[in-house]
């Protein structure tokens, strides 16, 4: 079993949970990159957990990156990991998986696996053959602070979740169809509109085997080109970054670094090798695909909507922008032209409209806009972008003075794989796992540091 762990890349993890003591409820918080610019969701938070035992005292909120005072918050975020072992607010597990059952806003349930991999199957750079391998573009720009966080740190907590592409069910459902039957960890209520969450310990030994020989199936050389219908032979992906591709990249960097001042014994066991992430089945019901909007900050609108033509035409393809007075009146309008073009609606604070590009060169309208917004940015250094999660939060962020929203269609769940197999990875921020209240919540820990 062991040797069929480390071909796969997966490392049977000892977690550490809250002690009984500890109230879950105010313990587990949204991932670190959600509600950017929303700094009223984190101060509710920090109301609603104050000085309680919490993972937000061992996380950084990524809308506070730009506040004074880093050095302090990663200081007192490593305080705080080594003061929750001494005290024993962490209580270690028998290695083993967790079985995860999510409740949303918007899924009855979404079912999922605590595993780590092994970082040394990974790589997030373009072209990649690995096993595990990103689905977007990684901004090398956004690792610096959260290396920072994690480089003396002494525990890691997941937000990371990773997608296998199992259409018959084969790793994931058949624990869950026994969940009745395994030791419950925790069922909690999530606070912010989280819902709910249950944990089922999965560490008898002929569990870990059967998910391991699933996993093994589905990584099969032959078994993978005929499902994708290759004529060349490739790197099998048995793992694909959904969710959390900067923080799992980070924990490679940090790994590689590590690695240098590590004897070749020490290597091989070391706990930072591994990276604690949840598995997803692609095609589980209760996930879904969001897209990631945009919204510009800190420009002059109609001067932005004036460049949408000329930078176009210099990409070979034809351009303009409409305003309407409903959004009714711009749908009926722009029905036809989406069957060949690319139609990208906007709100800003005085107008409705849509940008339309006629034979664009990507193939998602993703990658067009962000095309776009790159070009955009390096011209005016006083803009910046955010990439925002939900219709409603556009909109109110794109109607302020200064601002423009762009609202981008969802992307196919199904076609991913065979995407990122074939084009390699996506443009960045191209999609989004469900809306950001269904995104993880920290809740299990894992020692990264050696004793």
Not at 86 to 111: C, M, W
Not at 214 to 229: C, E
Not at 305 to 331: D, N, R, W
Request: net charge negative; hydrophobic share 40%; with cysteine.
């Amino acid at each position: 079993m062991e040797n069929l762990s480390k071909k796969l890349g997966v490392h049977v993890p000892a977690i550490l949970l809250p002690a009984k003591k500890v109230d879950l409820s105010k313990w587990a918080v949204v991932a670190c990159d959600q509600y950017t610019s929303q700094p009223e969701y984190w101060r509710k938070v920090e109301e609603l957990v104050g000085n309680d035992e919490s993972t937000l005292h061992m996380i950084f909120p990524e809308v506070y990156l730009e506040v004074d005072g880093k050095e302090e918050r990663i200081s007192k975020i490593n305080k705080t990991m080594e003061q929750y072992l001494e005290e024993n607010v962490l209580v270690p597990q028998k290695p083993g998986f967790i079985y995860v059952d999510r409740k949303t806003t918007h899924a009855a349930s979404r079912k999922g696996l605590i595993i780590a991999v092994d970082l040394e199957m990974y790589d997030y750079n373009k072209g990649s053959q690995t096993l595990i391998r990103a689905t977007e573009g990684t901004v090398l720009d956004r690792l610096p602070p959260r290396i920072k966080v994690r480089e003396k740190a002494c525990l890691e907590l997941p937000h990371i979740m990773v997608l296998i592409d199992d259409r018959d069910r084969t790793v994931i459902e058949p624990i869950a169809d026994k969940a009745g039957e395994l030791e419950k960890l925790y069922d909690i209520d999530l606070m912010m509109d989280g819902m709910s969450i249950k944990g089922y310990k999965v560490d008898h030994p002929e569990m870990v085997e059967n998910i391991l020989n699933a996993l093994n199936r589905l990584a099969d050389p032959q078994v993978f080109k005929d499902k994708y219908g290759l004529e060349e032979e490739q790197g099998v992906l048995l793992f694909a970054v959904g969710d959390g591709n900067h923080s799992l990249a980070t924990a490679k960097a940090c790994w590689e670094n590590l690695k240098k001042e590590l004897k070749k014994s020490e290597i091989e066991d070391h706990p930072a090798r591994y990276a604690l992430v949840e598995v997803v089945n692609i095609h589980d019901e209760g996930l879904s695909f969001e897209p990631i909007h945009r919204v510009a900050f800190d420009i002059d609108t109609k001067n932005m909507l004036e460049h949408i033509a000329p930078f176009f035409v210099q990409q070979g393809s034809e351009a303009f922008y409409k305003t309407y007075e409903s959004k009714a009146c711009m749908e009926k309008d722009l029905e036809d032209l989406k069957k060949d073009a690319h139609v990208i609606p906007f709100v800003t604070a005085d107008s409705l409209g849509a940008m339309v590009v006629k034979n664009p060169k990507c193939n998602i309208a993703v990658g067009t806009l962000q095309a776009f917004l790159d070009d955009y940015l390096k011209q005016n250094s006083q803009a910046r972008v955010d990439y925002i999660h939900g219709d409603d939060v556009v909109t109110e962020l794109g109607i302020k003075e200064g601002n423009i929203g762009f609202y981008l269609p969802p992307m196919d769940k199904q076609a991913l794989f065979k995407t990122i197999i074939l084009d390699g990875v996506l443009t960045k921020k191209t999609f989004s796992m469900g809306e950001a209240e269904e995104k993880r919540f920290y809740l299990e820990c894992r020692k990264i540091r050696k004793d």
